[in-house]
Structure formats: structure tokens, C-alpha cells
């Protein structure tokens, strides 16, 4: 019987200084690819990955994560990681993208889309959510609290809190999709207008959101998450003049 032929070898090396989470996604994808790894095969170990592509851990377990949300790999606990579908850099880097004239149309855009997912999670968040889950939303709140009253914004810890809803609701769907979107989103905490204290006055409304879900009340959590995503669009209308 003929012996199957060997698989490539591949190599991994270090990358140049650039966005380094977009390089590290396609040099992973590229090498998921190229070394024609199956679906639950193991990945790199980690510090192997350091290493070769000349990258901090912290960039790494970004990236992986990003895999894991988007469904393409799986984190077994003292095992590694292990692919659940094959990938390329083509398919891995396909963000949605927003095509829009200034920077206040692109973010009136992502805010409709918000609007559907961020009222539909929250509804299923309160009537889903477990205690593990509840007690990384309130993780996640205190953050955004604490950098809301040292830098007078809550920055990235504001989108961090709203991932920690979407996976309460327990559907991957959620935080793929806002993988897929991340640039939009991602620029509602970049100090749009220059003003850092954009959207300042939904920020109250984080810790009634976080009390609507613990308490299992799908209808007031709607509620909330409504009116925050009113206001920033009230927000958005005014810096836009």
C-alpha cells in the first residue's frame, strides 16, 4: 500500500513591527493553512508561537482568543489549543467594513447595528445568564468604573463589559459577529470628535443594565440598553453639528 505523502515542512518567524494582532492572525491563519492542519488537530504551544513570531504573550492569547470567539479554535485547559475548522489568511480577515463619508456617518451606521444586537443580548443575558457569567459582567463593570473615575472615560472597558453580555447569552453568534465588526465598534471608544468624554452621560446606566441581568429581568434590561444607545445617538447628533 502506498504511504501517504509527507506534509510540508513549515516554519514560523518573527514578524515586523506593525499591528501586530492583524500580523499574528495571518501568520497563524497562513500556517493553519499551509501545515494543512485538520480540525482537532493541536496548535503551536503558546510560548513556542512567542518565540517564532517574536510577539509578547499578551498579543498572542489576543489573537487566540479572536479564534476562539470566531468558532476556529478551542482551548482545552492544560491541554492547548486545538483547531475546529480549517482556516486561511483570506478567510480569517474578513471584517465587514463601513463605507461612509465622515466619521460621525460610519459611527450612526455601526449604532444601528448595535442597536439590534446589543438590545437583543441583553434580553437573553437576563434570562440566560449563570452566576459565572454574572460575575464577569460585574468584573467587567468595575473596570470600566474605575477607569471612568481615573481617566474620566471608560474606554475599551466599556466594550469589554458589552462582550461579557454577549457571552452570557451563551450564543457564539454574538461575539462573532462583533469579531467581524470590531474596527466599527472599536471607535466609539476612540475619543470620537476628540471629545473624551463622549457619551459621559450613558455611563450611569452600565450598573443599572449590570442590576437588570442579575436580577433575571429581560424587559427592564431592554429598557436600559435602549436608552443608553439613545443617548449616545443623542451625543452623536450634537458633536456632528
Known sequence: MDRPAPKPQVTLGPLEKQDRV?????ALADFIQ?????????LPAERVLMETLGVGRSTIREVIGRFQALGVV??????????????????IQMPLSID????????????????????????????RRSETDLRQIEACLLTMEEAHEREGSAGRADLAFHLAIY??????LFRQ???????????????????PDFAARSFPLHRDLYEAIAAGD??????????????????????SK
Do not use: H
Open 22 to 26: 492583524s500580523l499574528v492572525s495571518r
Open 34 to 42: 499551509t501545515a494543512e492542519l485538520k480540525p482537532g488537530d493541536r
Open 74 to 91: 478551542e482551548i482545552r485547559k492544560g491541554s492547548g489549543t486545538y483547531l475546529r475548522r480549517r482556516v486561511s489568511a483570506s478567510t
Open 100 to 127: 461612509a463619508a465622515s466619521l460621525g456617518d460610519a459611527l450612526r451606521l455601526t449604532l444601528e447595528v448595535r442597536r439590534g444586537l446589543e438590545v437583543q443580548a441583553s434580553a437573553i443575558a437576563a434570562a
Open 167 to 172: 457571552d452570557a447569552t451563551g450564543n457564539p
Open 177 to 195: 459577529l462583533l469579531e467581524q465588526m470590531r474596527e466599527g465598534f472599536e471607535r466609539f471608544w476612540d475619543q470620537p470628535f476628540d471629545r
Open 218 to 239: 429581560p424587559a427592564q434590561a431592554v429598557a436600559i440598553t435602549t436608552r443608553i444607545l439613545d443617548i449616545v445617538e443623542e451625543d452623536l447628533e450634537v458633536l
